[in-house]
Structure formats: C-alpha cells, structure tokens
C-alpha cells in the first residue's frame, strides 16, 4: 500500500510532538515562516518552539482548548472553545487583540 498525503502529514505531526514534547494533549501544530512551530494544547497554553526544537516560550492563551491557529502577516490568530479569538504578535508573543463571540 502506497502512503497516501493525509499518511504522509499524519506522520509529520507524529514527528513533531516527539520533537516538541508538550504537556497535555496536542490540539493544533503550525509552522510559521520564520521556522518557529506554534503547538496548542488541550489546556488552553500555546508552547513556541524554534527550527532546532529548543522551546521559546509558553503561555495561557485561552481558558479552554484552542482548536484553531492560522499565521497572518506578523501576526498568529488563535480560535478556541472559550468562544474567544485572540491575535498575537509573531515576534513578541504578546496579546494585540481579543474579540469574544457575541452571546445570542
């Protein structure tokens, strides 16, 4: 049987949270241009590792688990169960915006 593409990623992501350990259940990988790789977590913390696997940072970015992380110019937006989309910046890691889902 010849690996399929979806084979192929799925053993790339394997790959990866054994390179990037991280403490609870992985929940989005993204690798960004500058060569960092973004892992979310079951427990709301994004984990920041650079191209040799050496962690950068770790921080609480949401209350409940992220299910969603896209690159946008300088910036990394994140979706999570909280019902929040934050924006953080590439370069410093630091909060430039949170928008909360409106409540019906």
């Not at 799925?10 to 790959?15: D, E, G």
């Not at 590792?49 to 409940?64: E, L, P």
Request: proline fraction near 4%; aromatic fraction near 8%; hydrophobic fraction near 35%.
């Amino acid at each position: 049987h010849r690996p399929s593409d979806s084979d192929s990623e799925l053993n790339s992501m394997v790959s990866l949270t054994r390179k990037f350990p991280v403490d609870s259940g992985v929940q989005v990988i993204l690798s960004c241009p500058s060569g960092e790789v973004w892992i979310t977590c079951s427990d709301g913390f994004i984990h920041v590792y650079d191209k040799i696997g050496k962690k950068v940072t770790s921080f609480q970015a949401h209350n409940k688990p992220i299910f969603g992380m896209t690159a946008v110019e300088n910036t990394v937006w994140s979706i999570s169960e909280d019902g929040s989309l934050h924006v953080w910046g590439l370069n410093d890691y630091k909060g430039i915006k949170k928008k909360q889902a409106h409540k019906e």
